[in-house]
């Protein structure tokens, strides 16, 4: 066998050996680069979530240029004794926890109170009860299980102060000092422009049952008092086991489910 012919036939096998090793080169491009593509759509994804969570978690915080329960005016239902019903833009004004409401010359308008029965405001019910608005949490054969909200104007003068400053305190002597936003019908426009203005405003929520129309406050002492003295034993037992929790809802709507059942 001469070197030429002995070329020849290993030439095939080296060109054969050289596109697989080609080949193998060419799918280890191809899984580096979709390895690669799936980091980046993960990084993506992941950076993305973390974004959306942040401002999800970034609280909504009343100020005293914006002393509203909510974010924004909200499409809400006023429905009153007589029958009838009004839609408006809706919010509950934190002094005295008022409402108010987008009126048709875009002015902000305190609305009378007379005649409403409930106020629907996005997906949350409200009724009046002492002359301020008040959530409700949970219904049951016509009680009731409310929240209030409560804002610290207390602490915007003294920096200290108990929450759910009285209308009657020193604090609402000094109202003009406050320069609350909201009052004296402003115009809506001006008011969207000075939102972000005011201090930050403090607030706590308070929780009350209304049972028979009576007021009572939600804590184990009040709670207690109302039932009857063969139903208190059953009473301890069922807090214990349920492990109540007086700022938790739904322990609650337990509560209210329990002093309906031994009405």
Partial sequence: MNMKNAIKRVQPSTRAQAERCQARLNYAECSILHELKRILLFLLVFGTTMALSAQRYQKYKPNTKWPYIYENFTDGTIYFDSNKKSQAQLNIHLWGNKLHYVSSDQKILEADDNGIIRVEIG???????????????????????????KADFDALFTGTGAYGSSLNSSASRDLSSLDLGGLDSPEFG??????????????????????NNQQIE????????????????????????????????????EVLHFICQHL
């Fill in 123 to 149: 997906g949350d019910a409200y009724i009046y009860n002492d002359q301020q608005l008040v959530k409700i949490l949970d219904v049951e054969q016509n009680n009731l299980v409310v929240e209030v909200t």
């Fill in 218 to 253: 939600a804590n184990n002492k009040d709670v207690e008092k109302l039932l009857k003295e063969e139903d208190k034993d059953a009473w301890k037992t069922f807090v214990k086991q349920s492990k109540i929790k007086w700022k938790s809802v739904d322990s609650l709507k």
């Fill in 190 to 211: 001006r008011l969207l422009q000075e939102r972000e203005d005011g201090r930050s405003i403090s607030l706590k929520q308070q929780y009350f049952f209304i049972i």
